[in-house]
């Protein structure tokens, strides 16, 4: 009996002993994790401390910013209210006191020249209109819309009164868009309201034209070849190489075009230049039906910085910039008739804008250039004299 007491005395120890340890265990753990919640608190309240100072930091530094910004933009103000007064200024002066025409030889020279030219061209014009029109001034401009690349061409048909709009984007390529008018151009995105034309084969450069329902472009190939393309039956009507040799980019800004078609109240146009006459752009007149050449003039017309040109009652319109792109204007011009000699003529400037033009194409029924500068579309509303009032 004793043993069995000893025995349970025993036992009792041994559990007593268990949950002691139990308890002083579980006591550890209660202090450790006491400690990392308090570590927690600490942390959490120096981080709240800095992100609070940091959210003030950013504050400040934000109300820098706006007021540095406001500054700034006061600063643009002015400046672009001092352009603008840079620019009228310029404009008044140049008004006033014309450029001289990128020609760097001497008066006897152009004289001979001009000679040489007459004596090759013995037959006097013959005009189909009473057509004596000139420029005068840029009297307005309308920016439509930006399509297609830096350089195109975009038109209407210069011999009739359809409104039909046409756009041929890049300097080759096959498909041209139509549109039924210059509104439908406008509100269109991009070319998708538009009809698509397959041309039968590839145009080369800038200088397209049409004139009396038919497209007249530059075949792209080892010969300068000129396509009438019929736009009502979409068929090819009539094909002619060019009867001039060596040829050369007819604008040093735009060495794509070899041959730019153009259209006046006289007619078809071909404006070129080749080796014999390397400096000076050249012009020739076209019979639309059969793509004859009629007639052939040397200009004193550099090509040198020559962006486009144009032709308006039987004056051929020169129109250069620079290779870095500044105002481009018209300082040189040549008329068939001997009317109007360039020293009469006023150089006019165009409003600046993104680039260069990349084509120019009059409009004899609206008196209006359609202009590709940097892939926007533009219209420039002419202000036009008799020639005889120079």
């Not at 069995?4 to 268990?18: M, N, T």
């Not at 309308?142 to 210069?158: F, N, S």
């Not at 549109?179 to 034309?197: D, I, L, M, P, W």
Request: glycine share 6%; aromatic share 8%.
């Amino acid at each position: 009996m004793r043993a069995l007491q000893l025995l349970v005395l025993v036992l009792s120890g041994l559990v007593g002993a268990q949950q002691q340890a139990l308890m002083d265990y579980l006591e550890r753990r209660l202090l450790a994790i006491e400690d990392r919640i308090s570590l927690w608190h600490e942390q959490t309240s120096r981080y709240t401390s800095e992100l609070r100072e940091f959210k003030q930091q950013m504050v400040a530094q934000l109300e820098g910013l706006d007021k540095s910004k406001e500054a700034l933009r006061s600063e643009l103000d002015t400046v672009g209210t001092r352009v603008d007064r840079v620019e009228r200024e310029m404009d008044y002066l140049e008004t006033q006191n014309g450029v001289q025409p990128c020609v760097d030889v001497d008066d006897k020279l152009v004289e001979q020249q001009v000679t040489a030219v007459k004596e090759r061209n013995k037959a006097k014009y013959a005009k189909l209109t009473d057509c004596s029109d000139m420029i005068s001034s840029i009297k307005a401009m309308k920016i439509l819309k930006r399509v297609g690349g830096a350089k195109g061409m975009w038109t209407k048909d210069m011999g009739s009164a359809t409104g039909k709009v046409y756009i041929l984007n890049g300097t080759e390529g096959n498909t041209m868009y139509e549109f039924g008018t210059v509104r439908e151009f406008t509100s269109s995105q991009g070319t998708s309201a538009a009809t698509s034309v397959q041309l039968p084969s590839a145009w080369r450069g800038l200088g397209h034209a049409i004139y009396n329902n038919h497209l007249y472009y530059l075949k792209q190939g080892e010969e300068m070849k000129l396509i009438k393309f019929d736009l009502q039956k979409n068929i090819v009507v009539d094909s002619a190489v060019f009867p001039a040799k060596n040829q050369l980019p007819v604008y040093g800004l735009n060495p794509e075009t070899f041959i730019d078609l153009a259209v006046d109240e006289e007619g078809l146009w071909a404006i070129y230049a080749t080796q014999e006459n390397e400096r000076h752009i050249s012009l020739a007149k076209i019979d639309p039906k059969t793509l004859d050449i009629e007639q052939m003039w040397d200009t004193p017309c550099v090509r040198e910085n020559a962006e486009a040109a144009f032709v308006i009652c039987g004056t051929i319109y020169v129109v250069y910039n620079s290779k870095l792109p500044s105002r481009s204007r018209i300082q040189c011009v040549f008329d068939v008739s001997d009317m109007v000699t360039n020293d009469d003529a006023p150089h006019v400037y165009f409003p600046k804008r993104y680039g260069t033009h990349a084509s120019l194409k009059y409009s004899p029924v609206e008196q209006l250039l359609y202009a590709w500068d940097d892939g926007y579309q533009i219209l420039y509303k002419l202000q036009m004299k008799k020639k005889l009032d120079v």
